[in-house]
């Protein structure tokens, strides 16, 4: 009876086990198919995030008009290959920013004719720079109104808003929107105390377009105002004015304010850049020495200007280096 109850013992396991092993075969099979589904799914999920990441990031890139900063003389090294004549002499002024200077990196600004707006404003609001003074005692949203009534100046119709060339009897109040998106946003940014928040609100800032070109707008329409006041001055013969008022109304293209604005302020932002004279009136109304080095003017003297060269002491500083006086960047120290 022993070895009888041991075979029946025996054939049961054996038989149990066949259907186990079925079993676990099919179950590990499964297992291993989930497996490797799963990696797939992740390997497409990845890339698929990937992709997305990448777009996002060369979209943001593309839209925000102050870059990151990046090393001063490994842009040199990329931006001026070669040995040409211009090469070497770009390079040379490179290195001797980074050596006499103390510049060791640049933030890339964005190449449109806004560009030397676009620099000097985000230095003074990355900065926390307050209102200049004079901005302090008046109200700039009134500005608009003031030359349109008050002076009776009906030729601001025909203000242009830089590639946005627009006239007609709503310039008024699309100055005073420009006019209001300044102040706003200058007066938060410079009450905020924190430099990486303020950092923060600068970038978020220059990457919408939109109020970006508000701000140029209302700091053009600024110097076309203060352009009228000082020629009524001078028709009145009032106060003495400052000297770059007249040097800019000696100009052939721009003895009165209606032809500085024609020929001069309305193409800003759309086909021309700045020049010489209107980059000290930016500084002069904004109360901001702008130093500027020009490295097309290496070994001259005119490598390193000031704008305006005549400035009060307790005025900040702001810094740019230009390749040929129509693109900036901005230099750090």
């Known amino acids: 009876e022993v070895p009888s109850w041991t075979a029946v013992a025996k054939q049961s396991l054996c038989l149990m086990w066949q259907k186990v092993k079925v079993q676990l075969m099919l179950s590990m099979s499964f297992l291993v198919a989930v497996f490797w589904y799963c990696r797939r799914l992740y390997s497409f999920l990845a890339q698929l995030l990937k992709r997305w990441s990448n777009y996002l990031q060369r979209k943001l890139i593309r839209n925000v008009s102050v870059l990151t900063e990046v090393d001063l003389l490994g842009y040199s090294a990329r931006e001026w290959k070669g040995e040409t004549k211009q090469a070497k002499h770009m390079r040379e002024a490179y290195e001797e920013l980074f050596r006499s200077c103390h510049v060791k990196y640049l933030r890339q600004v964005r190449r449109d004719n806004y560009c030397v707006l676009r620099a000097v404003l985000f ?187 005549e400035y009060r002491r307790e005025w900040n500083e702001i810094s740019l280096l230009t390749e040929d006086d129509r693109y900036y960047h901005i230099p750090l120290f």
């Not at 701000?215 to 013969?237: D, G, H, T, W």
């Open 123 to 309: 230095q003074i609001f990355s900065q926390g720079i307050p209102f200049p003074s004079w901005m302090k005692e008046r109200d700039i949203l009134k500005l608009p109104e003031k030359l349109l009534y008050s002076q009776g100046c009906n030729w601001i119709q025909q203000y242009s808003f830089g590639p946005e060339r627009y006239t007609g009897p709503n310039a008024f109040g699309k100055l005073r929107k420009c006019m209001e998106t300044l102040k706003i946003n200058w007066a938060e940014i410079s009450a905020t105390k924190d430099h990486e928040e303020r950092g923060n609100m600068c970038n978020a800032l220059f990457s919408d377009e939109s109020k970006e070109h508000k701000l140029y707008e209302a700091i053009k329409f600024i110097m076309l105002y203060e352009v009228v006041e000082a020629y009524e001055q001078i028709k009145n013969r009032e106060e003495p004015i400052h000297n770059l008022f007249s040097l800019l109304l000696a100009r052939d293209s721009s003895p009165d304010p209606l032809s500085f604005m024609m020929n001069h302020l309305n193409s800003i932002g759309d086909s021309i850049c700045l020049d010489q004279v209107e980059l000290f009136l930016l500084g002069y109304l904004l109360e901001v020495k702008i130093k500027v080095y020009r490295l097309h003017r290496f070994n001259t003297e005119e490598f390193e200007v000031n704008y305006p060269d």
